[in-house]
């Protein structure tokens, strides 16, 4: 039986240090130990985040993905349920769950998969970069702390932004009387190129100024169209919100993720497994988001060629 799963294409963007270096600089000291690492993020709520059966697998001759699923441990509480010969009914019920999402992040150009095992309750890329980030800084910490000034390891700087599709930016803005403001969030970039001569523009003035990150807000602009066409631009290189009204008075900001396209993706599993990572990734292979490799990630990832094919011929061990 096909089952239809929702899907978001992002920027897996990471950087080392003051120098900004790549992500791939570190992937045997920093990335992929941390993504097997069994670290888990518990939140105030005591729910727990965490990455499982993570593996290094070559989707395409000389191409490789680290995969794996993204698992979050929570206890539903029931207190009340509803039948048509009972009506309303109290309970006092706990119930442990484990929802999920299956994640591939591609070496050559850092952009990644996140697909829902449920539609709702699987975690989404919002907790995917929250977990990734607290993981990632904690094994540089415990690694730090056993070694001299020297030796130690830079912290990363990841970002990981979903990319925008203009038909989903124009649904988004379909409804919307006046945009009040769009928001631009900055930060270093991964081997990628901006293609908007005004984000290239705006990105140089933080490195004439040597800042990592930076905010940019542009008031009331009038252009719906012209909106629309900047924020898809974007490509998740930067991360834009828009503080947006409405007809009927309501007013709100319209966050990245929101610009993002779900994709739906027909499975025949009844759940997702690491074995479905192959059929995930030939649903979007010959996407234009997938098929994108900069000339300075080209560079990156054949420096490290090598040390990836070795790790992934070890089992990644």
């Not at 299956?102 to 850092?110: A, G, M, P, Y």
């Not at 990632?136 to 990319?163: D, G, W």
């Amino acid at each position: 039986m096909a089952n239809k799963r929702e899907m978001v294409i992002a920027n897996f963007n990471c950087t080392y240090g003051d120098d900004n270096l790549p992500m791939l600089e570190y992937f045997d000291e920093i990335l992929y130990p941390a993504f097997t690492s069994n670290i888990k993020r518990v939140t105030e709520d005591k729910d727990e985040y965490f990455f499982e059966q993570v593996r290094l697998i070559e989707y395409m001759e000389n191409e490789f993905a680290i995969t794996g699923l993204f698992i979050k441990r929570t206890i539903i509480e029931v207190k009340s349920g509803y039948d048509d010969d009972n009506g309303l009914t109290h309970k006092d019920i706990n119930i442990p769950t484990a929802p999920y999402s299956l994640f591939v992040i591609f070496l050559n150009n850092h952009r990644m998969l996140l697909i829902k095992n449920q539609r709702r309750e699987s975690p989404d890329i919002r907790s995917f970069s929250a977990t990734a980030k607290t993981i990632i800084n904690q094994v540089v910490k415990k690694y730090n702390k056993e070694r001299s000034k020297e030796e130690k390891l830079p912290y990363p700087f990841l970002n990981i932004a979903s990319i925008p599709s203009k038909e989903t930016i124009e649904s988004q803005l379909e409804n919307v009387k006046n945009i009040n403001s769009i928001t631009l969030r900055f930060y270093p970039l991964n081997g990628d190129v901006d293609t908007s001569a005004v984000l290239m523009h705006l990105r140089s003035q933080l490195d004439i100024l040597k800042s990592k990150t930076g905010n940019t807000v542009i008031n009331s602009p009038k252009d719906k169209k012209e909106v629309i066409d900047f924020i898809e631009d974007t490509k998740g290189n930067a991360i834009p919100s828009l503080k947006v009204s409405y007809n009927n008075g309501d007013s709100r900001t319209i966050k990245s993720d929101e610009f993002a396209e779900k994709i739906n993706v027909v499975l025949n599993e009844e759940n997702l497994s690491i074995e479905s990572t192959t059929e995930v990734i030939n649903k979007v292979i010959n996407r234009k988001e997938i098929q994108e490799v900069s000339e300075d990630n080209k560079v990156i990832y054949l420096d490290k060629f090598q040390s990836i094919k070795n790790k992934w011929k070890d089992g990644g061990k």
